[in-house]
């Protein structure tokens, strides 16, 4: 008897071991919805932390600091432009070299995205650190009135170069974070409010002091060029490339029948017509309407430094909101808080919107990258699609601010690039609204998908159990 209850319970525990191996083997085909909140990792354990880990996110951190923040901070290059060094280009046409340098930035994602899955990383650090060392230099031999030498040193030159590390030093983190990735992206991210906190000061003191545009220009490009170092060095990868690099017209496919993505890059691309508007313009506009010359060379400072606490703290409030209910709220918030520029005419104004966009603008930065994470079901393909995606969101930022600029007129007409860019980012937010939605219902639909194969497969866990049983 004992033998044969030996026997029974042999039989019973190989088809509960052969039946959890089918449910596993069809469960592999459907995506949960929580999968679809945090991706699966491979086979690696995430450090979570360490030494290593921390560097890396400092390296990126230096990286966004001397990339983005310096893009960030052109609106102290279109005030000078504008009043001294190119006085015979209109607003529409010296905002072209920021925007095309703001476009480079997301469009050569493309290039080094595709790069980055191919295990050149380091290659792409040290080009793209080089390149933008030397574009600034020779920006700092341009000459007055001569407007194609600053179009190709800071409009192209130095849009390649930040391309060319954007990109890693953002996908990088996933080699060392899961469970604290938005958290720690969004640390990186705050690197560049910071820049644009300082070398907005750093800028107006050198240039309209009597250092002058040569020199003032020599010595930003000489703390950048410090800052690349320390990031090339701080930074290392961890994870080993896939053996077969993701295939980006395969990648392109799957995105476009991915309905939430496809929302989520239309969204992004209207939002982005109106996001760096007040970026290019809000010291010029400052000046303009009578604020003191002092106070309107803080005014993007104010901005940025508002922008650096809402970077910082969108980790935090995306644990409690969401992260596609956060983009949603920032963005409609901007673009009223865009449309409230029509208003200003004071120094209280220009605090008061400065400080409000500049949190509002800096949450939606930092949450961009989580989201883009969140829509990726496979994280091997997450530098295709964050490259993919930036690549079409860059002709938002690089047309938007050349049709403002146009709007503006040499009249000085404010509202009317203020009522445009305020209502294609409102456009923006109404289309994300419409991504949530349908995210929700995909993940609904998943968890019903889960739930009754779930059931089919119990029950043939016991018919298996009693069938074994009966023998």
């Not at 060094?85 to 994602?109: H, K």
């Not at 060319?164 to 720690?184: A, D, E, G, N, Q």
């Not at 017209?249 to 029948?257: G, L, P, S, T, W």
């Not at 303009?288 to 002092?294: A, F, I, L, M, Q």
Request: hydrophobic share 50%; aromatic share 12%; net charge positive.
């Amino acid at each position: 008897m004992a033998s044969e209850a030996e026997h029974r319970t042999f039989h019973t525990e190989k088809a509960t071991l052969q039946a959890d191996k089918e449910f596993s083997d069809i469960s592999e085909g459907f995506q949960v919805a929580k999968d679809r909140d945090d991706p699966p990792s491979p086979l690696h354990e995430f450090p979570e932390g360490g030494l290593e880990a921390w560097a890396t996110a400092f390296g990126a951190f230096l990286v966004m600091f001397c990339g983005g923040g310096y893009t960030a901070s052109f609106g102290v290059y279109q005030d000078f432009y504008t009043q001294h060094y190119l006085t015979n280009e209109t607003s529409s046409a010296i905002s072209w070299i920021g925007s095309l340098n703001a476009f480079l930035i997301a469009a050569v994602g493309l290039v080094s995205g595709s790069l980055y899955d191919r295990g050149y990383f380091h290659h792409l650090m040290i080009a793209g650190s080089v390149l933008q060392s030397f574009s600034l230099f020779m920006l700092s031999l341009s000459k007055p009135d001569q407007y194609y030498q600053i179009f190709l040193s800071q409009g192209l030159g130095l849009g390649i170069a930040s391309g060319l590390i954007y990109i890693p030093s953002i996908t990088i983190i996933s080699h060392y974070f899961r469970r604290r990735r938005t958290l720690v992206m969004a640390f990186v991210a705050s690197g560049s409010s910071l820049g644009a906190i300082v070398h907005p000061i750093m800028l107006n003191n050198l240039l309209n002091g009597p250092v002058g545009f040569a020199n003032g220009v020599r010595a930003s490009a000489g703390l950048v060029s410090v800052f690349l170092v320390i990031a090339c060095l701080c930074m290392r990868t961890r994870l080993h490339p896939p053996a077969k690099p993701v295939n980006y017209i395969v990648a392109a496919r799957k995105c476009i029948r991915d309905v939430p993505f496809v929302l989520m890059v239309a969204g992004g691309f209207l939002f982005q017509l109106g996001f760096y508007y007040p970026l290019f313009f809000f010291q010029l506009d400052s000046v303009k309407h009578g604020v003191s010359v002092t106070f309107s060379f803080y005014s993007l400072v104010i901005l940025n430094a508002s922008n650096c606490v809402g970077r910082v703290t969108a980790g935090f409030i995306a644990g409690y909101t969401g992260v596609p209910n956060l983009i949603i709220i920032t963005s409609i918030s901007c673009g009223v808080l865009i449309l409230g520029m029509i208003g200003l005419s004071s120094l209280a104004s220009v605090i008061v919107l400065g400080v409000l966009y500049g949190y509002f603008s800096g949450l939606n930065i930092a949450i961009s990258a989580p989201l883009m994470v969140i829509l990726t079901p496979n994280l091997s393909e997450l530098g295709a699609r964050v490259g993919i995606c930036f690549f079409i969101l860059s002709f938002g930022s690089l047309i938007g601010t050349p049709i403002s600029g146009a709007l503006l007129t040499t009249n000085y007409i404010w509202w009317k690039p203020a009522v445009f860019s305020g209502i294609v980012s409102l456009a923006g937010g109404m289309v994300l609204i419409i991504m949530r939605h349908m995210l929700l219902r995909r993940q609904i639909k998943d968890k019903r998908t889960i739930t009754q194969v779930d059931i089919i497969m119990l029950d043939d866990l016991a018919s298996a159990v009693g069938k074994t049983a009966l023998k």
